[in-house]
């Protein structure tokens, strides 16, 4: 079983839309929590950075991490075809000998 | 600007050639990564740096080498590609610390014919 489990869709939503994204992972050792955008044939650029639990805004983007249930999330509200790419969560900590461990990654797809 | 940068962007090579893979960065990061993704798959960490003369195998076993002469400069080097070689190569960088957030490179794109 992987470390972290993402479900690799694609989601499709129409412009103007919420898209609702999750992570889930099994290691409690992790603390930093990220989501990285990935356009295609591009490198992954960092998007959102969470410290454990609780929620945090930027613009259209939130990212919530539930330590509890080992959970994370990432909404995206007024969906724009520009937002059109893969997401990927990702997830460090010290316990977990700093180094990050990614999730597959879930294509999304805004259609006009 | 401070960025991180990879050249070729696109490579497509012969089997049996030798091909190093350039990364440089201008971010003054101590940290720096290589991860392979294949289409639509998750990233795989292969080589990693922590400083100068200091290199690290990763997670995925790789054929390929690095090297760290230059705190900037991260090169791979495939001493001998192979079809199996074919896919994209991430090079990203971070300024230490535990939170790891990781700056990536455009990719280079390989294909080995």
């Known amino acids: 079983q992987k470390e972290v489990e993402q479900d690799p869709g694609p989601l499709s939503v129409p412009e103007g839309a919420i898209v609702s994204l999750n992570c889930t992972y099994s290691?409690?050792?992790?603390?930093?929590f990220m989501w990285y955008r990935q356009y295609s044939r591009k490198g992954p650029e960092l998007l959102m950075y969470t410290y454990s639990s609780g929620n945090k805004e930027d613009g259209r983007f939130t990212a919530q991490v539930d330590k509890s249930s080992k959970y994370i999330s990432l909404f995206i509200r007024d969906s724009q075809p520009s937002d059109s790419a893969t997401y990927l969560c990702?997830?460090?900590?010290?316990?977990?000998?700093?180094?990050?461990?990614f999730g597959g990654g879930t294509r999304v797809l805004v259609k006009p | 600007e401070a960025d991180i940068y990879q050249t070729p962007r696109y490579l497509v090579i012969g089997t049996g050639k030798k091909i190093t893979l350039e990364c440089s960065q201008t971010m003054g990061h101590d940290k720096m990564y290589w991860y392979q993704q294949d289409p639509g798959m998750e990233l795989h960490l292969i080589h990693y740096s922590y400083g100068v003369n200091s290199t690290e195998k990763g997670d995925l076993s790789s054929e390929s080498t690095v090297s760290r002469i230059r705190t900037e400069h991260f090169p791979l080097t495939l001493e001998s590609a192979r079809p199996s070689h074919t896919s994209q190569y991430l090079c990203a960088s971070s300024d230490g610390g535990t939170n790891e957030k990781l700056f990536f490179g455009s990719g280079t794109q390989l294909s080995v014919l």
């Open positions: 990702a997830m460090s900590g010290k316990a977990a000998g700093n180094k990050l461990t």
């Open positions: 290691n409690s050792a992790f603390q930093y």
